[in-house]
């Protein structure tokens, strides 16, 4: 069953630490996401995969952290930017919180797979797991994009906002998403840093969103799902 | 209209920032409140008079901040505790990226009323105000709380859970509410440090939570969203 | 009989220290107060204080803080400020000095009252309290003001400059005060944080200085001894 | 004519800052000095020639700063160490301050003489000194000393706690120095970071103390404000 | 032709720097690399490469730096660790060195291609590259080691201390290669992190170093030095 | 024998360290040097002694540091400048990972004797030492200079890129000193903190350098290795 820490009392809340419960703790994002996807999209997709798992498993959902750090689309409306230091802090003081209440198994999940942010969270959870003597599994529910693209014959190209992102958001929020889906491009940039990172996605994202439907949503967060239970039930014991 | 930022798309954010609106961040908590409230009370509370204040003359709501900074309650099954530090800092990176993103008026609600939890919060406004020139209206929603519990009749000592809190949980989201709401009472505990502060509350609570009723929470919250319009209207300009 | 260390031989301090005396270290300010009061009215205060309460108890008396964190009187003539983080680094450095030394019970009194100074001031003390498991307590000698007005019948707006603060000057270092002492107002600047917080003094103080006396600051001394005494008999223990 | 900047009032010093004053800001520490000197030893020395220098020339004087980093004494009864950090962000804050209410010429005197304690300072005051383009001399009282020693045929090993040291308190504040002041030596510990370096002062100072006199000490007073009177001629201009 | 700046007077590096030369920054490691590789190996390899773009395009190579931040040979002999706050640090300060020095094109080349080694080394170059908008490109040299293992047929699991990094040093030293070079084998741990993250390599690399020529290694070098230089000529201009 | 720990494999250097080696970490520095010394004149010094006491001692010589902090050729051609606190966490860090090695003996060799540099590496080797429980010396091979101008009957005024410099160089890489070799003098500048410190040495630097022979260097730089020597064996044990 799926349980939002959120919503229980601090009995409730204790009743279930006993038993020693997974932890998922979904790191999520607000960042601009084209014209069609709101700017929850990678907020939306990891607490979806959460709700999943807890259905499957079981798992107690901690409150989410909404906020990551940006590069490519930080100067676009909508993207909300933290720093390095404060994402990096910011995890390890949740996930030490949790740990002090007991926490001994954790699945973080985070939303928004760029290589900065994620080594922002990952040098948190290296940092708590190895002190406090805890298992964390620390994964992007992209870390599994290529083998679905592969086995769906999605192009390989599909990234931000696509036609795999809005597919998912189709499946989990539809009336968040816009039925006009313009196409958008990668643009290399070459190899020297940008001063302005966001003239590489000029459309605001990369793919072809308008291909995306519900029902490739729906097999695409369950593909994910089976992912990570498999990891779960091999990676986190119980 | 009250808009929640994340439901928005980069394009509808956009528009809408362009005709300088107030913004309001809620800063919530993930606090033991006792037997019979949620760990969210101090996030649901300031959530919904964000919602009334958008109601009532139009608002965009950033993404929730969940996590606070917890002395008396800190170990007690449930609360999530973050450093000082790290929620000055993050509360510093969410104002900026707001402000980059055109915000120009805000309205900071604060749901877990707590001196230092304040103080970290007071820091980082007063630094992102000063530094960018933009007007900051930074109050917890319990600045207010006296004055409707004296104009109710209500005991002044009523504090953490108790009747107010309950009530307005009753009114928010009642379904989270325990039927079973034993009082609580405040130990004195002199002036020393102390090393375990959690003696402080120790049934978790304080006041007698049984004597809330939904009613009294819906007055409550319109009270504080009148105090607030008036605030805004004569502060934040528009 | 009150004993300041910085007077004593290494050998003299440590002769008192076997016996587990009080510490009371005070904590003042360089701040602007109005016309008539001098830049040391906030470290004056304090330090009487601790001499008082050295004479009625006995007490080692450690090296006074000169310096705070100020925020409405930060930009006139005479202010000293540093930072939050300074101040709260060395508050728990001496701290942690004077524990080193054996301090196991220890007063910390300030003589500017202002919520941010106190966090910084009190984020210190419970570090310290806590990883070190000594007793602190941390109070602001103006804790007790209100009470004394009220006794009194001074005018509860009465605040930074005004008649308590003259008085009890007129009371300890009376050639620092001045004859002229004109009346200053609080303006209420609204909830936005001001760019310009000294608008809230326009004279610089609150209050009626003219009405100060001698006599009345001698009964606040005395006044707030007493409440000081009583707090450390019971929560510093001996 | 000395100023001390803590008993002015805003408007004195205000007065006094628009004609472009020199300002003295003595650094001193608690420290162990043996069993004849007081733990303020190192702050009434540049205190004294701070007053020293007032009269002859004028200036207005800074409150003091009363701890410092130490290392040899460190373990000793009495001596209160901040860190290097601390003792550097305190420095520059309130050189900051300073500058901020006009100095524009300031002399750092630093009555304890070990290294890293005035790298500590040194680093804050070239930091302020090159962001404000404000002139600031920063010297140890004990830049002279060897100089002294010679001409007056004082053992070249005189160092902590010995003659001159107690020559100069004697004449600054006599009643603070014990009659019982028997002589010690430095111990060379090589040049492998000693665990203890305690160790180094076994009988806690260097040099034979009952062979100093007020008289020597004013002399010492005497030559000191010399050398400095002649740099803030030449190096502080006017 | 390859110019180090450190063997450079002033004056010499002057006259070159004005002509707005390529800058490259190699960033070694100390690192443990099995049985028969020197500690070394992620030095030697950018080293090589920057000599090599020197000698095709000229530039000036500033002092490498030799240490890295390590995960899995951490707890191997020789692994010289420093943190990540460490390293960011040192490469922004080195860059924004060589950028006052009038470097306005800069090659950073890593030899240590492990991804937080390189997120670290990345956000100073891009803090430097925003901050003072200067060219900065900053690549591992083995951003291009698969296509290489492709053309000639390596297996894809070659790894640390494997066929390509021991052909490459028997191309530059190769009186520092052993011949005894057993194979290693890369063990999957499972996505829980590692207590223990050495278990990965149990052998210490991973690969078949036997198979390593000295051929394959100058043919590797090349390939590598023809990748970057195509880059520079396009990124970094002239 | 020396040997320098990056041409060690992980295999030999675990085979060395277990017989509880001298570890000596030279501290070099790139450094403007005149117009006829190299920019690493400030580490081939300290590198050339480590190789010299090795082939007397055995010792095991770890990574260079290249960099340092500079003041007075701060802005002159071709001085890469770190921050002090850079400095400092590189130390710490590099002897923390020694240490974690099996380094029990360590001597910290720097080759630029600035005392603010000179302090950042000495927090770090005493915060070490003391942590750790292990044997650090650190020393400036400057440290006995004075001894040996004075028997060489060397000007006591020779300094920066002098006669003694220039000679060390002369013996250790000839071929990187230049022929033409003009005198420096150094400039007084006065107690007042100097915004440009390059001022001091109008000619880069401190000396007569034409007098320099490389007899004297290789004379000096035997000198040095002898009081190191006598150090090493009498503070370092083995």
Known sequence: MTVWMEDLTSKEFQDIVVRDPLFILPIGATEAHGVHLPLSTDTLQPEALAEELGERMGALIAPTINYGVHNTTRTMPGTVDISFDTLRALTRDVLDSLVRNGARRILVIIGHASGTHMTAIGLACTEVARRERVRIVCLSDWDFGDEFAEAEGIDRHDGHGGIMETARILAIRPELVKDHR?????????????????????????????????????????????????????????
């Not at 940008?194 to 593909?223: C, H, W, Y």
């Open 182 to 238: 313009p196409s958008g491009e990668y643009v290399e940039l070459g190899h020297s840093i940008p001063l302005d990172a966001s003239r590489r996605f000029p459309q605001g994202i990369v793919g072809e969103p308008s291909k995306a439907t519900a029902q490739i949503g729906r097999r695409m967060n369950s593909f994910l799902a089976d992912r990570l239970e498999e990891i779960i039930r091999r990676d986190l014991g119980g």
